[in-house]
């Protein structure tokens, strides 16, 4: 048993292990348990304060995705909203007169297979979104440069 000095009124006390001053009454213990509220506290705001982060992360990440994902749907209906919608608009294509879209390989018989493959599609009746020449379509035309 060690005789230690009162941290507030600075007289000696009788032992170490006393639970407060003869003297003043102070608790050395509330010290302690101050400091260790302290340390939980602060603790406690920054674990908060990692889990925001965190979730202020997770939250942009999505946003984000979200975005791309819109992006990329907004493309697609730019894309098909420029697609021939009909037979008679692909064949508009074809010859040349449609004002978005032109052969990519401009020889007669490529031309002439096309022409043959939305024939036996619309003779079948095949609708023109699902025949062969409008899932190709990227392969036989591209956009037109505005030029």
Known sequence: MALIKCPECNRERISDSAKSCPHCGFKPNAEKNKRRNKIILWSVILGL????????????????????????????????????????DARYAIVGTHPNWELIDNTAGASIYIEFKLQEDEKNGVPFKQSQVYKNWGSYFRKKSNN
């Not at 992006?71 to 730019?78: G, H, W």
């Open 49 to 88: 304060l990692a889990l925001g982060a965190i979730a202020l992360s997770v939250y942009i990440a999505s946003e984000r995705e979200e975005a791309r994902m819109a992006q990329i749907e907004f493309n697609n209906f730019l894309a098909e909203s420029l697609m021939p919608g009909s037979y008679q």
